[in-house]
Protein backbone atom coordinates (compact mmCIF):
# COMPACT_ATOMS: atom_id res chain seq x y z
CA UNK A 1 0.00 0.00 0.00
CA UNK A 2 1.23 3.41 -0.89
CA UNK A 3 -0.37 5.87 1.90
CA UNK A 4 -3.16 6.55 3.69
CA UNK A 5 -6.56 7.89 3.17
CA UNK A 6 -8.89 8.95 6.06
CA UNK A 7 -12.24 9.16 4.94
CA UNK A 8 -15.05 10.73 7.81
CA UNK A 9 -18.46 8.85 6.98
CA UNK A 10 -18.89 5.42 5.95
CA UNK A 11 -22.62 5.73 3.72
CA UNK A 12 -22.63 4.87 0.03
CA UNK A 13 -20.16 8.01 -0.80
CA UNK A 14 -17.54 6.94 2.08
CA UNK A 15 -17.25 3.64 1.03
CA UNK A 16 -17.75 3.87 -2.90
CA UNK A 17 -14.98 6.34 -1.89
CA UNK A 18 -13.36 3.86 -0.01
CA UNK A 19 -14.01 1.09 -2.49
CA UNK A 20 -12.45 2.92 -5.44
CA UNK A 21 -9.11 3.82 -3.13
CA UNK A 22 -8.74 0.36 -2.05
CA UNK A 23 -8.77 -1.20 -5.54
CA UNK A 24 -6.27 1.27 -6.60
CA UNK A 25 -4.01 0.40 -4.38
CA UNK A 26 -4.34 3.09 -1.48
CA UNK A 27 -5.18 2.27 2.07
CA UNK A 28 -7.95 4.31 3.33
CA UNK A 29 -9.40 4.35 6.89
CA UNK A 30 -13.01 5.40 7.37
CA UNK A 31 -14.49 6.59 10.49
CA UNK A 32 -18.09 5.80 11.14
CA UNK A 33 -19.80 7.41 14.11
CA UNK A 34 -22.50 4.80 14.22
CA UNK A 35 -22.35 0.77 14.63
CA UNK A 36 -22.85 -0.03 11.31
CA UNK A 37 -21.96 0.62 7.86
CA UNK A 38 -24.28 2.48 5.38
CA UNK A 39 -25.25 6.09 7.00
CA UNK A 40 -29.12 6.36 6.03
CA UNK A 41 -29.17 3.33 3.47
CA UNK A 42 -28.61 1.35 6.84
CA UNK A 43 -30.58 -1.65 7.34
CA UNK A 44 -31.83 -2.17 11.20
CA UNK A 45 -32.99 -5.18 12.57
CA UNK A 46 -35.72 -5.70 15.27
CA UNK A 47 -36.89 -8.89 16.75
CA UNK A 48 -35.65 -10.38 13.31
CA UNK A 49 -37.56 -7.98 11.37
CA UNK A 50 -35.20 -5.65 8.71
CA UNK A 51 -36.14 -2.14 8.35
CA UNK A 52 -34.71 0.24 5.79
CA UNK A 53 -34.29 3.81 6.95
CA UNK A 54 -36.25 5.39 4.28
CA UNK A 55 -37.07 3.04 1.22
CA UNK A 56 -33.80 2.64 -0.60
CA UNK A 57 -34.48 2.15 -4.75
CA UNK A 58 -31.43 0.87 -6.26
CA UNK A 59 -31.64 2.46 -9.93
CA UNK A 60 -29.31 4.36 -11.73
CA UNK A 61 -28.97 5.57 -15.35
CA UNK A 62 -25.03 5.03 -14.20
CA UNK A 63 -23.39 1.71 -15.89
CA UNK A 64 -20.09 2.22 -13.22
CA UNK A 65 -22.98 2.24 -10.41
CA UNK A 66 -24.98 -0.62 -11.59
CA UNK A 67 -22.48 -2.72 -12.30
CA UNK A 68 -20.92 -2.16 -8.95
CA UNK A 69 -24.33 -2.85 -7.37
CA UNK A 70 -23.95 -6.29 -9.28
CA UNK A 71 -20.61 -7.19 -9.08
CA UNK A 72 -21.20 -7.14 -5.38
CA UNK A 73 -24.75 -9.08 -4.79
CA UNK A 74 -25.08 -10.70 -8.40
CA UNK A 75 -28.15 -12.78 -7.72
CA UNK A 76 -28.70 -11.48 -4.12
CA UNK A 77 -29.68 -7.91 -5.79
CA UNK A 78 -33.49 -8.53 -6.74
CA UNK A 79 -35.48 -7.10 -9.57
CA UNK A 80 -38.90 -5.36 -7.89
CA UNK A 81 -41.60 -4.36 -9.57
CA UNK A 82 -42.55 -0.58 -8.42
CA UNK A 83 -46.13 0.25 -6.90
CA UNK A 84 -46.66 3.35 -5.06
CA UNK A 85 -49.33 5.14 -4.96
CA UNK A 86 -50.90 8.82 -3.00
CA UNK A 87 -53.41 8.29 -0.54
CA UNK A 88 -55.84 11.36 -0.74
CA UNK A 89 -58.90 12.67 0.71
CA UNK A 90 -59.95 9.04 1.25
CA UNK A 91 -58.78 7.92 -1.89
CA UNK A 92 -55.41 5.60 -3.34
CA UNK A 93 -54.41 6.80 -6.79
CA UNK A 94 -51.44 5.12 -8.66
CA UNK A 95 -47.88 7.17 -8.96
CA UNK A 96 -46.75 7.73 -11.05
CA UNK A 97 -49.87 9.26 -12.36
CA UNK A 98 -52.15 7.24 -14.76
CA UNK A 99 -54.83 8.85 -16.43
CA UNK A 100 -57.69 6.31 -16.94
CA UNK A 101 -57.32 5.84 -12.62
CA UNK A 102 -56.78 9.32 -11.67
CA UNK A 103 -60.24 10.20 -14.05
CA UNK A 104 -62.25 7.02 -12.17
CA UNK A 105 -61.08 7.81 -8.67
CA UNK A 106 -61.25 11.97 -8.94
CA UNK A 107 -64.47 12.31 -11.43
CA UNK A 108 -64.56 13.60 -14.40
CA UNK A 109 -65.65 17.58 -13.02
CA UNK A 110 -62.62 17.56 -11.13
CA UNK A 111 -60.17 16.19 -13.72
CA UNK A 112 -61.33 18.40 -16.02
CA UNK A 113 -60.65 21.30 -13.45
CA UNK A 114 -56.94 20.30 -13.26
CA UNK A 115 -56.77 20.45 -16.79
CA UNK A 116 -57.91 23.69 -16.80
CA UNK A 117 -55.30 24.59 -14.04
CA UNK A 118 -52.92 23.00 -16.27
CA UNK A 119 -53.92 25.29 -19.30
CA UNK A 120 -54.61 28.60 -17.21
CA UNK A 121 -50.80 28.15 -15.64
CA UNK A 122 -49.75 28.19 -19.39
CA UNK A 123 -51.22 31.09 -20.15
CA UNK A 124 -50.42 33.22 -17.13
CA UNK A 125 -47.28 31.28 -15.21
CA UNK A 126 -47.10 31.79 -11.73
CA UNK A 127 -44.33 35.06 -10.97
CA UNK A 128 -42.56 33.81 -8.74
CA UNK A 129 -40.74 30.69 -10.78
CA UNK A 130 -37.82 30.49 -8.15
CA UNK A 131 -39.61 28.96 -5.31
CA UNK A 132 -41.30 24.95 -5.26
CA UNK A 133 -44.57 26.28 -5.28
CA UNK A 134 -44.00 28.81 -8.30
CA UNK A 135 -41.86 26.36 -10.83
CA UNK A 136 -44.06 23.18 -9.73
CA UNK A 137 -47.45 25.25 -10.18
CA UNK A 138 -46.09 26.75 -13.55
CA UNK A 139 -45.46 23.04 -14.79
CA UNK A 140 -48.45 21.22 -13.63
CA UNK A 141 -51.10 23.44 -12.76
CA UNK A 142 -52.40 24.89 -9.36
CA UNK A 143 -54.32 22.11 -8.73
CA UNK A 144 -52.11 19.28 -9.13
CA UNK A 145 -49.62 21.25 -7.31
CA UNK A 146 -52.15 21.99 -4.23
CA UNK A 147 -53.61 18.63 -4.13
CA UNK A 148 -50.42 16.46 -4.80
CA UNK A 149 -47.90 18.61 -4.05
CA UNK A 150 -48.24 20.79 -1.35
CA UNK A 151 -49.29 19.15 1.66
CA UNK A 152 -46.71 16.16 1.20
CA UNK A 153 -43.73 18.74 0.35
CA UNK A 154 -44.93 20.90 3.82
CA UNK A 155 -44.85 17.59 5.85
CA UNK A 156 -41.16 17.00 4.13
CA UNK A 157 -39.95 20.28 4.92
CA UNK A 158 -41.55 21.78 7.69
CA UNK A 159 -41.83 25.18 5.78
CA UNK A 160 -44.19 26.43 3.17
CA UNK A 161 -43.89 25.97 -0.57
CA UNK A 162 -43.21 29.58 -1.25
CA UNK A 163 -40.02 29.21 1.27
CA UNK A 164 -38.87 26.63 -0.45
CA UNK A 165 -35.84 27.01 -3.62
CA UNK A 166 -36.98 25.76 -7.07
CA UNK A 167 -33.80 23.89 -7.01
CA UNK A 168 -35.31 21.07 -5.37
CA UNK A 169 -38.14 20.70 -7.59
CA UNK A 170 -36.17 21.24 -10.46
CA UNK A 171 -33.46 18.31 -9.19
CA UNK A 172 -35.59 16.15 -7.39
CA UNK A 173 -39.00 16.45 -10.25
CA UNK A 174 -37.40 17.02 -13.29
CA UNK A 175 -38.63 16.36 -16.54
CA UNK A 176 -42.07 15.44 -15.03
CA UNK A 177 -44.98 17.98 -16.17
CA UNK A 178 -48.74 17.19 -16.82
CA UNK A 179 -48.18 16.20 -20.38
CA UNK A 180 -45.12 13.84 -19.40
CA UNK A 181 -47.42 12.21 -17.24
CA UNK A 182 -50.79 11.71 -19.24
CA UNK A 183 -47.51 10.58 -22.16
CA UNK A 184 -46.42 8.40 -19.52
CA UNK A 185 -49.59 6.93 -18.51
CA UNK A 186 -51.09 6.30 -22.17
CA UNK A 187 -48.43 5.84 -24.26
CA UNK A 188 -45.39 5.03 -22.07
CA UNK A 189 -43.37 8.23 -23.27
CA UNK A 190 -41.69 9.82 -20.16
CA UNK A 191 -38.02 9.30 -19.10
CA UNK A 192 -37.87 11.21 -15.73
CA UNK A 193 -36.66 9.61 -12.72
CA UNK A 194 -40.03 9.51 -10.75
CA UNK A 195 -41.67 7.46 -13.57
CA UNK A 196 -39.37 4.07 -13.01
CA UNK A 197 -41.56 1.29 -13.40
CA UNK A 198 -38.96 -1.52 -11.91
CA UNK A 199 -35.76 -0.99 -9.51
CA UNK A 200 -33.47 -3.33 -7.67
CA UNK A 201 -32.85 -4.44 -4.32
CA UNK A 202 -30.76 -6.73 -2.66
CA UNK A 203 -32.53 -9.34 -0.83
CA UNK A 204 -31.82 -8.19 2.94
CA UNK A 205 -32.17 -4.52 2.34
CA UNK A 206 -29.73 -2.23 1.67
CA UNK A 207 -27.40 -2.28 4.35
CA UNK A 208 -26.54 -5.69 2.92
CA UNK A 209 -24.76 -4.16 -0.06
CA UNK A 210 -22.75 -2.36 2.63
CA UNK A 211 -22.07 -4.67 4.33
CA UNK A 212 -20.45 -6.34 1.22
CA UNK A 213 -18.93 -3.07 0.64
CA UNK A 214 -17.00 -3.06 3.94
CA UNK A 215 -15.61 -6.80 3.44
CA UNK A 216 -14.31 -5.93 0.11
CA UNK A 217 -12.79 -2.70 1.31
CA UNK A 218 -11.00 -4.83 4.13
CA UNK A 219 -10.12 -7.84 2.58
CA UNK A 220 -7.92 -5.11 0.01
CA UNK A 221 -6.15 -3.58 3.02
CA UNK A 222 -8.61 -0.83 3.73
CA UNK A 223 -9.73 -0.40 7.53
CA UNK A 224 -12.84 0.62 8.73
CA UNK A 225 -13.69 1.96 12.77
CA UNK A 226 -16.91 1.86 13.64
CA UNK A 227 -18.24 3.92 16.68
CA UNK A 228 -15.18 6.68 16.19
CA UNK A 229 -16.54 9.87 15.58
CA UNK A 230 -14.30 12.77 13.73
CA UNK A 231 -13.75 15.34 16.24
CA UNK A 232 -11.35 18.28 15.10
CA UNK A 233 -9.66 18.79 11.84
CA UNK A 234 -6.17 20.34 12.02
CA UNK A 235 -5.48 22.50 9.57
CA UNK A 236 -1.87 24.06 8.28
CA UNK A 237 -1.83 26.46 6.02
CA UNK A 238 -3.63 24.86 2.97
CA UNK A 239 -3.51 21.88 3.94
CA UNK A 240 -5.30 19.37 6.56
CA UNK A 241 -2.63 18.19 8.40
CA UNK A 242 -4.56 15.56 10.92
CA UNK A 243 -8.08 14.51 11.97
CA UNK A 244 -8.92 13.86 15.59
CA UNK A 245 -10.98 11.26 16.77
CA UNK A 246 -12.90 10.39 19.49
CA UNK A 247 -13.48 6.31 19.99
CA UNK A 248 -15.01 4.31 22.88
CA UNK A 249 -11.55 3.83 24.33
CA UNK A 250 -10.38 7.66 24.07
CA UNK A 251 -9.13 9.96 21.21
CA UNK A 252 -6.55 9.48 18.78
CA UNK A 253 -5.12 11.12 16.00
CA UNK A 254 -5.20 10.11 12.28
CA UNK A 255 -3.19 11.47 9.51
CA UNK A 256 -3.05 11.06 5.58
CA UNK A 257 -2.26 11.88 2.58
CA UNK A 258 -5.56 13.25 1.44
CA UNK A 259 -9.20 13.66 3.41
CA UNK A 260 -12.23 13.30 2.10
CA UNK A 261 -15.72 14.27 4.20
CA UNK A 262 -19.27 13.15 3.87
CA UNK A 263 -20.11 14.67 7.31
CA UNK A 264 -22.89 17.45 7.67
CA UNK A 265 -20.81 21.05 6.07
CA UNK A 266 -22.08 22.55 8.94
CA UNK A 267 -20.36 19.83 11.13
CA UNK A 268 -17.59 19.98 9.16
CA UNK A 269 -16.89 23.89 9.38
CA UNK A 270 -17.12 23.93 13.09
CA UNK A 271 -14.61 21.26 13.11
CA UNK A 272 -11.80 23.13 11.78
CA UNK A 273 -9.02 24.10 13.73
CA UNK A 274 -8.17 27.09 13.72
CA UNK A 275 -11.15 28.11 12.44
CA UNK A 276 -12.65 29.34 9.27
CA UNK A 277 -13.27 33.04 8.91
CA UNK A 278 -16.45 34.27 10.43
CA UNK A 279 -18.60 34.65 7.49
CA UNK A 280 -17.70 31.16 6.39
CA UNK A 281 -18.73 30.13 9.97
CA UNK A 282 -22.00 32.15 9.90
CA UNK A 283 -22.94 30.90 6.75
CA UNK A 284 -22.41 27.37 7.70
CA UNK A 285 -24.53 27.55 11.10
CA UNK A 286 -27.57 29.18 9.17
CA UNK A 287 -27.45 25.58 7.02
CA UNK A 288 -30.29 23.70 7.45
CA UNK A 289 -31.55 20.05 7.85
CA UNK A 290 -34.38 18.24 8.30
CA UNK A 291 -34.76 14.73 10.39
CA UNK A 292 -37.17 11.75 10.23
CA UNK A 293 -37.98 8.90 12.19
CA UNK A 294 -39.30 5.68 11.43
CA UNK A 295 -41.98 3.68 13.40
CA UNK A 296 -41.61 0.15 12.18
CA UNK A 297 -45.01 -2.05 13.13
CA UNK A 298 -45.51 -5.35 13.03
CA UNK A 299 -48.84 -6.44 11.77
CA UNK A 300 -50.14 -9.35 12.38
CA UNK A 301 -51.53 -9.97 8.71
CA UNK A 302 -49.75 -11.82 5.86
CA UNK A 303 -50.59 -9.42 3.33
CA UNK A 304 -52.15 -5.81 4.00
CA UNK A 305 -51.85 -3.87 0.83
CA UNK A 306 -49.65 -4.48 -2.55
CA UNK A 307 -47.44 -1.21 -2.40
CA UNK A 308 -43.86 -0.85 -1.58
CA UNK A 309 -44.85 2.67 -0.38
CA UNK A 310 -47.41 5.25 -0.15
CA UNK A 311 -47.29 8.92 -0.14
CA UNK A 312 -49.74 10.43 2.58
CA UNK A 313 -51.23 13.97 1.29
CA UNK A 314 -53.93 13.65 4.14
CA UNK A 315 -53.45 16.92 6.01
CA UNK A 316 -55.19 15.36 8.90
CA UNK A 317 -52.59 12.71 9.42
CA UNK A 318 -49.06 13.52 10.68
CA UNK A 319 -47.30 10.37 8.57
CA UNK A 320 -45.72 11.41 5.13
CA UNK A 321 -45.09 8.40 4.18
CA UNK A 322 -45.33 4.86 4.59
CA UNK A 323 -42.99 1.38 3.63
CA UNK A 324 -44.23 -1.77 3.26
CA UNK A 325 -40.90 -3.83 3.87
CA UNK A 326 -42.14 -7.29 2.94
CA UNK A 327 -43.56 -6.09 -0.57
CA UNK A 328 -39.85 -5.06 -1.14
CA UNK A 329 -38.32 -8.62 -0.22
CA UNK A 330 -39.67 -11.22 1.06
CA UNK A 331 -36.73 -12.17 3.20
CA UNK A 332 -37.17 -8.96 5.42
CA UNK A 333 -40.14 -10.58 7.65
CA UNK A 334 -39.25 -13.70 9.42
CA UNK A 335 -42.96 -14.48 9.70
CA UNK A 336 -44.84 -14.16 6.80
CA UNK A 337 -48.42 -14.70 8.44
CA UNK A 338 -47.10 -11.19 9.73
CA UNK A 339 -46.22 -7.77 7.67
CA UNK A 340 -43.85 -4.68 8.83
CA UNK A 341 -44.96 -1.10 7.76
CA UNK A 342 -42.09 1.29 8.12
CA UNK A 343 -44.63 4.92 9.24
CA UNK A 344 -42.03 7.80 8.71
CA UNK A 345 -42.55 11.18 10.18
CA UNK A 346 -40.44 13.90 9.11
CA UNK A 347 -39.77 16.56 11.73
CA UNK A 348 -36.62 18.72 13.48
CA UNK A 349 -34.75 17.65 15.64
CA UNK A 350 -35.70 18.57 19.53
CA UNK A 351 -39.62 19.32 18.00
CA UNK A 352 -42.45 17.90 19.81
CA UNK A 353 -42.31 14.28 16.92
CA UNK A 354 -38.70 14.00 17.33
CA UNK A 355 -38.88 14.33 21.28
CA UNK A 356 -41.91 12.22 22.03
CA UNK A 357 -41.20 9.07 23.86
CA UNK A 358 -41.01 5.57 21.87
CA UNK A 359 -44.35 4.05 22.84
CA UNK A 360 -46.51 7.19 22.36
CA UNK A 361 -45.33 7.42 18.74
CA UNK A 362 -46.01 3.62 18.20
CA UNK A 363 -49.33 4.48 19.25
CA UNK A 364 -49.56 7.80 17.27
CA UNK A 365 -48.53 5.54 14.30
CA UNK A 366 -51.00 2.75 15.02
CA UNK A 367 -53.95 5.02 15.42
CA UNK A 368 -53.17 6.88 12.26
CA UNK A 369 -52.92 3.40 10.39
CA UNK A 370 -56.63 3.09 11.75
CA UNK A 371 -57.58 6.04 10.47
CA UNK A 372 -56.36 5.24 6.82
CA UNK A 373 -57.56 2.00 6.66
CA UNK A 374 -54.47 0.22 6.09
CA UNK A 375 -54.65 -2.00 9.46
CA UNK A 376 -56.65 -2.47 12.30
CA UNK A 377 -54.93 -1.33 15.77
CA UNK A 378 -55.65 -4.76 17.26
CA UNK A 379 -53.27 -6.16 14.61
CA UNK A 380 -50.30 -4.36 15.78
CA UNK A 381 -48.31 -7.06 17.25
CA UNK A 382 -45.26 -4.62 18.54
CA UNK A 383 -42.97 -1.66 17.45
CA UNK A 384 -39.99 0.28 17.37
CA UNK A 385 -39.03 3.42 16.94
CA UNK A 386 -35.78 4.66 14.73
CA UNK A 387 -34.36 8.46 14.63
CA UNK A 388 -32.60 9.85 11.90
CA UNK A 389 -30.96 13.28 12.49
CA UNK A 390 -29.91 15.55 9.49
CA UNK A 391 -31.39 13.26 6.83
CA UNK A 392 -32.32 15.92 4.28
CA UNK A 393 -30.34 19.08 2.91
CA UNK A 394 -33.06 21.97 3.16
CA UNK A 395 -33.23 23.96 0.18
CA UNK A 396 -34.65 27.10 1.92
CA UNK A 397 -34.14 30.97 0.39
CA UNK A 398 -30.73 31.95 0.29
CA UNK A 399 -29.19 27.76 0.90
CA UNK A 400 -27.25 28.94 -2.80
CA UNK A 401 -25.22 32.34 -1.30
CA UNK A 402 -24.55 30.03 1.99
CA UNK A 403 -23.20 27.31 0.50
CA UNK A 404 -20.81 29.36 -2.27
CA UNK A 405 -19.19 31.08 0.92
CA UNK A 406 -18.35 27.81 2.55
CA UNK A 407 -16.72 26.37 -1.18
CA UNK A 408 -14.86 29.29 -1.54
CA UNK A 409 -13.38 28.53 1.50
CA UNK A 410 -12.83 24.63 1.43
CA UNK A 411 -11.11 25.06 -1.38
CA UNK A 412 -8.18 26.55 -0.35
CA UNK A 413 -7.74 23.31 1.55
CA UNK A 414 -5.76 21.50 -1.10
CA UNK A 415 -6.29 18.12 0.10
CA UNK A 416 -9.68 18.14 1.69
CA UNK A 417 -13.04 16.96 -0.89
CA UNK A 418 -16.20 17.19 0.69
CA UNK A 419 -18.55 14.20 -0.58
CA UNK A 420 -22.48 12.63 -0.73
CA UNK A 421 -25.57 13.85 0.35
CA UNK A 422 -24.51 15.80 4.14
CA UNK A 423 -20.59 16.47 2.35
CA UNK A 424 -22.53 18.66 -0.67
CA UNK A 425 -25.41 19.55 1.11
CA UNK A 426 -27.43 18.77 -2.08
CA UNK A 427 -30.28 15.81 -2.20
CA UNK A 428 -28.85 13.35 -3.73
CA UNK A 429 -29.95 9.75 -4.54
CA UNK A 430 -28.33 7.03 -3.66
CA UNK A 431 -26.20 6.94 -6.74
CA UNK A 432 -25.62 10.18 -7.13
CA UNK A 433 -23.81 10.27 -3.52
CA UNK A 434 -21.86 6.85 -4.87
CA UNK A 435 -20.23 8.58 -7.79
CA UNK A 436 -19.36 11.72 -5.65
CA UNK A 437 -17.11 9.18 -3.83
CA UNK A 438 -15.23 7.92 -6.62
CA UNK A 439 -14.72 11.03 -8.14
CA UNK A 440 -13.36 11.89 -5.12
CA UNK A 441 -11.26 8.91 -4.96
CA UNK A 442 -9.96 9.02 -8.66
CA UNK A 443 -8.45 12.38 -8.13
CA UNK A 444 -6.68 11.21 -5.85
CA UNK A 445 -5.57 8.20 -7.72
CA UNK A 446 -4.27 10.46 -10.62
CA UNK A 447 -6.99 9.06 -12.64
CA UNK A 448 -8.66 10.87 -15.18
CA UNK A 449 -12.29 11.24 -14.56
CA UNK A 450 -15.59 11.71 -16.27
CA UNK A 451 -16.54 15.48 -16.37
CA UNK A 452 -20.16 14.57 -15.07
CA UNK A 453 -19.75 12.64 -12.10
Known sequence: MKQS?????????????????????????????????????????????RFDIGGHRFF?????????????????????????????DGLFLNYPLQWSNALFSLGFLESTRIVLSYLKARILPHQDDHTFEGWVTNRLGRRLYRNFFQTYTEKV??????????????????GLSLRTA???????TGGADTLISEFHYPLLGPGMMWERFRETIESQGGEIRLRTRAIRLDVHGSRVRQVVAQ???????????????????????????????????EASRRLRHRAFLLVGLIIDQGDLFPDHWIYVHNPDVKVGRIQNFKNWSQAMVPDHSTTTLGLEYFCDEGDEIWSMPDQQLIDLATAELAHLNLAPSGQVLGGVVFRQRKAYPVYDRGYRERLEVIW?????????????????????????????????ARKLLGQSDRADL
Open 5 to 49: VVIIGAGPAGLSAAHELSSGGLRPVVLEQADKVGGIARTEVFQGY
Open 60 to 88: SRDQTVQHLWQQMLGPAMLKVPRLSRISY
Open 157 to 174: WGIPCSEIAADWAAQRIQ
Open 182 to 188: LGNALFG
Open 247 to 281: AEKGSFELSGEGYISSMPLDELVAAISPPPPQEVL
Open 408 to 440: RYLATLDNLQTIGRSGTHRYNNMDHSMLTGISA
